[in-house]
C-alpha cells in the first residue's frame, strides 16, 4: 500500500502549507545489490506538508510501512554515544520511578534489545517490541524477550492479556516518526500503560530541525516531524497527559516527552517550552514557509564545495550510509561519479550501493585504502565520534560535514 494523501494522519483536518518538497526520491534505507538493475528502482514522491489543525509535520505520500520494516538493515547497537545515553537513560528512570523486580518496563521498536538490556542487566523484568523480524531474532539471542510484532490496539490487548498487567514504563524512542497509523500506535502505546504508568517518548524536534536546516532526516520511513505542540494534541486525543519534558543533543537536538493516562502538574520545563514554540509561532504557518529556501542553499553550498574539489582533483569519499546521508546525496543530485565509496560500519550494507545514487558502500578499512583526500561525514549528528575513529585510524585528510552549512573538522 502506497499513496497520496490530503489531510493528516492524526486529526483528520485538511493539510496547509508545504514544508519541503524534495522532489522524486529512491528510499532511503532500501540498499542495492552490485548486479541490480538501477533502471528498476522505485522511487516516490519525498514532500513534508503541515496540518492546519494540530501542526504536525508529516509527508504526503505514504510508503508501504511493511515493505520498508520487514527486512530493515539497522541495527541501534552500532553507535556507541547512543548506546551510553540509553544506559543513563535506564538509570534515570529506574531512579525516578523506582523501578525493581516487581516492575514491568515495556519498549516499543526495541530494535536489538540496546536499551532494555540494560533492564535485564539489573534485574528489571521487560518486552521488547519489534516489528523487524530478523532484528527481534538478534535481541532474543541476547537475552532481551522480545514479540515481533507491529504496535496496534489489537496486538497491545494481547501482550497485557498475555502477561497479566500493564506496563510501569512504556519507552518508545525515535519511533513516532516511523509508524503510518500513528492513531492506532498511540491508541496501543496507551493501552500498554498501568494507570500510574509513565509513557517516555524521545522524538527529534522540529524546532531543532528547522533551525539546523536538517531537512536530510526527512525521508520516506520517517512519515512525521514533531513539536511539543503536535505530540500534545495527538495524546491528548489518547487520553494520555504530557507533564514533564527535557531537551536532548541526540539526532540534531531532541526531546524527550513523559506522559500518563493519569493526570499529573506540568513541569516547568514543560511550561518553559509550551511558552518557546508559541512565542517562535509553531501554532502559524509562517514558522514553516520559507523552510525549503534555506535548504536550497545548503544544497549549493554543498555542490560549489563539491566542484572545487573536482576541480582541484581532489579525490573525495563519505562516511555513514545512513538514512539521512541518503536523503542528503539525492537531494544533492550526487551520483557515484561523484564520490569514490561511502564507508559503514555495517556488514549488512557494505558490499551494496546507496539508494539513488549507486555509491558504493564499504567497510571503513577499505575506504581508508582508497586513499581519498576528502571525506564527507553524512550523519553529521556523531561528527565528532567519526572524526575520532578516522583519525584514530590515521586518515589525515579533510573531514568535512555540510548541514546546515559545509564545515571543515
Ligand atoms: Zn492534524
Known amino acids: 500500500m502506497s499513496g497520496t494523501i490530503t489531510h493528516c494522519r492524526a486529526c483528520g483536518a485538511p493539510f496547509g502549507p508545504v514544508f519541503c518538497d524534495l522532489g522524486v526520491m529512491a528510499v532511503a534505507n532500501s540498499y542495492l545489490p552490485p548486479e541490480a538493475d538501477p533502471t528498476a ?16 509535520v508529516q509527508l504526503d505520500h505514504v510508503v508501504d510501512a511493511h515493505g520498508i520494516f520487514r527486512d530493515y538493515a539497522y541495527f541501534s547497537s552500532a553507535s556507541s554515544s547512543w548506546l551510553k545515553h540509553c544506559l543513563n537513560f535506564c538509570a534515570t528512570m529506574t531512579n525516578r520511578l523506582n523501578l525493581g523486580p516487581q516492575s514491568l518496563v515495556i519498549e516499543v521498536a526495541s530494535n536489538d534489545g540496546y536499551l532494555l538490556k540494560n533492564f535485564v542487566a539489573s534485574g528489571v523484568p521487560c518486552l521488547g517490541i519489534e516489528p523487524a523480524e530478523n532484528v527481534a531474532a538478534v535481541a532474543r539471542a541476547a537475552g532481551v524477550p522480545t514479540e515481533a510484532v507491529f504496535l496496534t490496539p ?3 490487548a494481547a501482550i497485557v492479556q498475555r502477561l497479566g498487567r500493564r506496563a510501569d514504563l512504556v519507552v518508545a524512542n525515535n519511533v513516532l516518526a516511523h509508524v503510518p497509523d500513528i492513531n492506532g500506535f498511540t491508541q496501543g502505546l496507551a493501552a500498554l500503560l498501568a494507570p500510574e504508568g509513565v509513557l517516555s517518548v524521545e522524538a527529534p524536534h522540529l524546532l531543532a530541525q528547522v533551525d539546523g536546516v536538517q ?3 526527512i525521508y520516506h520511513e520517517h512519515y512525521a516531524y514533531w513539536s511539543l505542540l503536535a505530540v500534545e494534541h495527538l ?3 489518547h487520553g494520555l497527559t504530557v507533564f514533564d519534558v527535557e531537551t536532548l543533543p541526540t539526532h540534531g537536538g531532541s526531546l524527550r516527552i513523559l506522559a500518563s493516562p493519569t493526570p499529573r502538574p506540568a513541569s516547568a520545563a514543560l511550561r518553559a517550552l509550551r511558552q518557546l514554540e508559541a512565542a517562535r509561532g509553531l501554532a502559524s504557518d509562517a514558522f514553516y514557509q520559507g523552510f525549503g529556501a534555506r535548504v536550497s542553499g545548503v544544497l549549493s553550498g554543498f555542490r560549489d564545495w563539491l566542484a572545487v574539489q573536482k576541480r582541484r582533483g581532489r579525490r573525495v569519499a563519505a562516511y555513514g550510509a545512513a538514512a539521512k546521508g541518503n536523503t542528503f546525496l539525492n537531494a544533492a543530485g550526487v551520483t557515484a561519479a561523484d564520490l569514490l565509496a561511502v564507508a559503514d560500519l555495517s556488514p549488512a550494507k557494505q558490499g551494496r550501493l546507496l539508494p539513488g ?6 567497510s571503513p578499512e577499505a575506504l581508508l585504502a582508497l586513499a581519498p583526500d576528502e571525506i564527507l561525514i553524512l550523519p553529521w549528528n556523531i561528527a565528532p565520534e567519526v572524526v575520532a575513529q578516522l583519525r584514530a585510524a590515521g586518515f589525515s585528510g579533510g573531514l568535512w560535514t555540510a548541514v546546515p552549512e559545509m564545515r571543515r573538522w
Not at 43 to 55: E, G, I, K, N, T
Not at 357 to 362: A, D, M, T
Open 41 to 56: 528502482e522505485p522511487r516516490f514522491p519525498l514532500r513534508a506538508m503541515v496540518c492546519s489543525d494540530c501542526r504536525m
Open 357 to 362: 545514487s549507486h555509491v558504493p558502500v564499504v
Open 235 to 237: 495524546f491528548t486525543r
Open 154 to 156: 489489537d496486538s497491545a
Open 215 to 217: 531537512f536530510d532526516t
